[in-house]
């Protein structure tokens, strides 16, 4: 017994003695005193024995040495930690270093706005699939199987099965609605398009649409005239002046785009506007009948309109954007215009 007390008396001024210049000497020291197969265990392994008279005064003493060693060690620790900070020289009073935020994309702000207003006048959110079939994007849409845009040279087909195709509007998203629901209709409904053309200022392989819809009994042309007014005065502001055109559209009868007032040059003639102070922003229309019947509307108890605009458009009136390729090239020069933007 008492050679074992001799023993923990001189590890303990050992470990008194004991010295870290670094973190891993601390750690060392724990592994050697503290650790699984360290000094206390070993000491602690010689209760066995220990005569049971003594029995007592030993876990004392192995309690003793134990809170020690471990004081000891959370002593060495944080003298090392300490001192790292005082040498690394860091004023923790100082603010940290700011940590750049991403940006919400200009399309995104600009599809966001869009939706918001027509929301407000009661419009419900709609999506759909980005790969579509021949019925959803065109024949139900009432393009004959003639039509120029079917054509491989307009249209992206997958491979794989010809009968899919990207979507090259986002019309097919109403028509399923269509399928689904019953009249009264009334849904916005955004998303990526796809068009077979070559990349360049103007034109672009992809961009985006909102499109809308609104079916139900005694849907006229003028309920489609106010609600477009209301939308651009929202989204422009009340100096805005609107037009409208006569226009063509397979899916609408009768159909008609719409200008505004050119927010870029305010009518004076630039680039933008062609020097005719008008930009056309959206196409819109009453939903032709046959389009009506595709899905079992009674085109004699129900009427509806549509309309439809490219957000890369409102996006470049909104923010004075001149190239398209801009929106999809990810330079963060451009994107970080936008900061603060909602
Ligand atoms: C259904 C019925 C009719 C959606 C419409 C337009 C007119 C239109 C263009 C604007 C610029 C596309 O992005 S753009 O190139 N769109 O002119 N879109 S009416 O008509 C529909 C949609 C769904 C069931």
Known sequence: ????????????????????????????????????????????????NVPNENKKQFGQTVNELKSFLERKHAELKAAF?????????????????????????????????????????GFALAEGPDIEDDWHNFGAMNLPEDHPARDMQDTFYINQNPSWLLRTHTSSVQARVMETQKPPIRVICPGRVYRNETISARAHCFFHQVEGLYIDENVSFADLKQTLYFFVKEMFGNDVKVRFRPSYFPFTEPSAEMDIS???????????????????????????????????????????????????????LKYRVNDLRLYSQNDVRFLKQFTGAL
């Not at 900070?85 to 700011?98: C, E, I, Q, V």
């Not at 930009?279 to 819109?284: A, N, P, T, Y």
């Not at 046959?290 to 129900?302: A, P």
Request: hydrophobic share 35%.
């Open 1 to 48: 017994m008492d050679n074992i007390l001799t023993q923990i008396a001189q590890y303990k001024q050992e470990a008194s003695a004991f010295t870290a210049a670094n973190a891993e000497a601390a750690e060392n020291f724990r592994i050697k005193y503290l650790g699984t197969k360290g000094i206390l265990k070993s000491v602690m392994g010689e209760m066995k």
């Open 81 to 121: 930690e300490s001192r790292e900070t005082a040498s690394s020289g860091m004023d923790l009073s100082l603010p940290g270093d700011p940590v750049s935020v991403g940006t919400r994309h200009p399309l995104t702000i600009t599809r966001n706005r869009i939706v918001s207003i027509f929301k407000r006048l």
């Open 262 to 316: 050119c927010r870029i040059c305010e009518g004076e003639g630039c680039n933008v506007c062609k020097h005719t102070g008008w930009v056309e922003i959206l196409g819109s229309g009453m939903v032709h009948p046959n389009v009506l019947e595709n899905f079992g509307i009674d085109s004699n108890k129900y009427t509806g309109y549509a309309f439809g605009m490219g957000i890369e458009r409102i996006a470049q």
